[in-house]
């Protein structure tokens, strides 16, 4: 059982590189979301989806974008890295969170914006 | 509007000691459901419990139990005869029902980080 999967685990952007963040479960969950981690911050809330083709915006969304083609991938995109979006990226998804289903967590992405 | 407080931000103890971990929460919904998670040195992210807002139940699992107040808005976690494996981040979190809002997203706490020394 795979769970939730991130890739890559470790990377390292030069500031204004994109790239993108892949987040895949095999749970037919409809809601994915994408959290970031900083020191003292707990976990804030990125963007979010309910479904194929529906995606909303969380806390903190500046510069970063979603899509949702199908009900397992979830990928999150930075357009231009910078430096404040040094963090550690979460992906999470959930069965009924409206009903108070728990989340099941990727084991996380460390990027580092140099 | 939606928050979770968690007042201690470091909390050491002593292996064997008990400990409790405060969250206290903020929520205009009359439906909604708290969590715990534990966060290891490892750095994933554990489910440890999930509690809905007519539930008042205590909760006891081992070691670890829960008491959930909505008189006082808090829902602490203890951990009895703590051990060395119990170090990790604990978070609190909150997600609401109702439609329209929020979908359930979850809100997180700044989280505790519990140190147990042999």
Not at chain 1, 50 to 64: C, F, K, L, R, S
């Amino acid at each position: 059982n795979a769970g939730v999967t991130q890739t890559p685990k470790f990377q390292v952007l030069k500031t204004g590189q994109s790239m993108t963040l892949q987040c895949a479960q095999d749970m037919n969950h409809e809601y994915m979301s994408w959290y970031r981690q900083d020191p003292g911050m707990g976990l804030r809330l990125i963007h979010y989806s309910v479904g194929a083709g529906i995606t909303d915006q969380g806390e903190v969304p500046n510069g970063y974008n979603v899509s949702r083609s199908t009900t397992e991938d979830f990928p999150l995109r930075l357009l231009s890295a910078a430096p404040s979006q040094t963090s550690v990226y979460f992906c999470a998804s959930s069965y009924s969170p409206r009903r108070g289903t728990e989340a099941f967590f990727g084991q996380g992405t460390r990027l580092t914006v140099v | 509007a939606q928050k979770v407080t968690q007042a201690q931000t470091e909390i050491s103890v002593v292996e064997k000691e008990d400990v409790t971990l405060d969250c206290v929460y903020e929520t205009r919904d009359t439906t909604y459901y708290l969590f715990w998670y534990k966060q290891p040195p490892s750095g994933e992210l554990v489910f440890l419990i999930r509690r809905n807002s007519f539930d008042e139940q205590n909760e006891i699992s081992g070691r670890y139990s829960w008491n959930f107040q909505k008189s006082t808005s808090s829902f602490n976690f203890t951990i009895t005869a703590s051990q060395v494996v119990d170090s990790a981040v604990y978070f609190c979190a909150l997600s609401e029902a109702r439609r329209g809002g929020s979908q359930g997203n979850l809100i997180f706490g700044k989280g505790t980080k519990l140190s147990v020394k042999p």
